[in-house]
């Protein structure tokens, strides 16, 4: 009986499969842990790029943005100096041309007055203790003064005239050289006609207009007392010297007609 039991063959029982052995986490890795991390990393790499960009744009702000801000408030700032010095230059340049046509009308003024011999003593003082004729004539006087000397001696001594530019000086100085050459043919012509007075006379007593004025009242006064003859010849002395001194007097008026015409001078521009 007992072998029986025991000799008898078990149950066949199938054994229960093992699942293969699996990797640990440190074999074959996380997944989900891994995506963390890049997710982390993308975060970190965000906020610095974000942040890089910060720095980049305040860099191009400092180093761009505010020096073209700058140099457009500065340029501004020198169109607006600019305009002021223009408007300066020109209120100077219209304030120096006024001074510089009134010391030019001093000049002329002066000049014409010296070299005409205008501020010279009456001829009443000049022939004090002299005969009638050995005094000189009006005419004469005149003829005797050396008119591109006197105009150039004028023009050193004028105080006035320091207050020009060199250019204008100059141009001024080459004007005058020129006027005295033109002047001293005009007093050639006109001490020509002054000599030919006498023998035009002789030649054509009537050819001289008859005195007027205080001389003609005198001789006409004189007529009576004098013989024929001799009234003739205070007439014809007097034509003659009435000629002579209109000659003196139509040539100093065109040596001050000639100087005035230094007003109208085409001055150098300034650039």
């Known amino acids: 009986m007992g072998c029986v039991r025991n000799c008898m063959p078990r149950p066949f029982r199938r054994k229960p499969l093992r699942p293969p052995p699996s990797r640990t986490d440190k074999q074959m890795g996380n997944p989900l842990r891994e995506n963390q ?30 020096p073209l801000y700058q140099k457009a408030l500065l340029d501004e700032a020198i169109a607006k100096k600019e305009g002021e010095l223009k408007d300066a230059n020109a209120a100077l340049e219209n304030a120096y041309a006024r001074v510089r046509a009134a010391v030019i009308k001093d000049y002329v003024f002066f000049a014409g007055a010296e070299c005409t011999g205008v501020l010279d003593p009456p001829e009443s003082l000049t022939g004090l203790g002299k005969s009638a ?45 020129a006027l005295g050459e033109e002047l001293s043919t ?29 001389t003609g009242r005198m001789l006409e006064f004189l007529s009576t ?33 000639r100087v005035a015409t230094l007003r109208d001078i085409e001055w150098v521009k300034k650039l």
């Not at 003064?145 to 320091?162: G, H």
């Not at 207050?163 to 100085?173: A, S």
């Not at 003739?232 to 009435?242: D, F, H, P, S, T």
């Open 133 to 177: 004729s050995a005094r000189p004539s009006l005419a004469e006087r005149r003829f005797a003064i050396d008119v591109p000397a006197c105009l150039t001696k004028v023009a050193k001594e004028s105080v006035l005239l320091r207050d020009l530019r060199p250019v204008d000086r100059k141009v001024l100085d080459q004007k005058i050289v």
């Open 186 to 214: 005009l007093k050639l012509r006109a001490m020509a006609q002054h000599s030919e007075v006498p023998s035009r006379a002789a030649a054509n007593p009537n050819a001289l207009p008859p005195p007027d004025g205080f």
């Open 37 to 66: 991390q890049l997710d982390v990393w993308l975060q970190r790499l965000s906020h610095l790029s974000q942040f890089g960009l910060l720095l980049f744009t305040v860099g191009a702000i400092y180093f761009t943005v505010i």
């Open 225 to 257: 007392r004098e013989s024929p003859e001799r009234h003739q010849q205070l007439v014809r002395e007097a034509a003659i010297k009435a000629e002579q001194s209109r000659i003196g007097v139509a040539y100093a008026d065109a040596i001050r007609q």
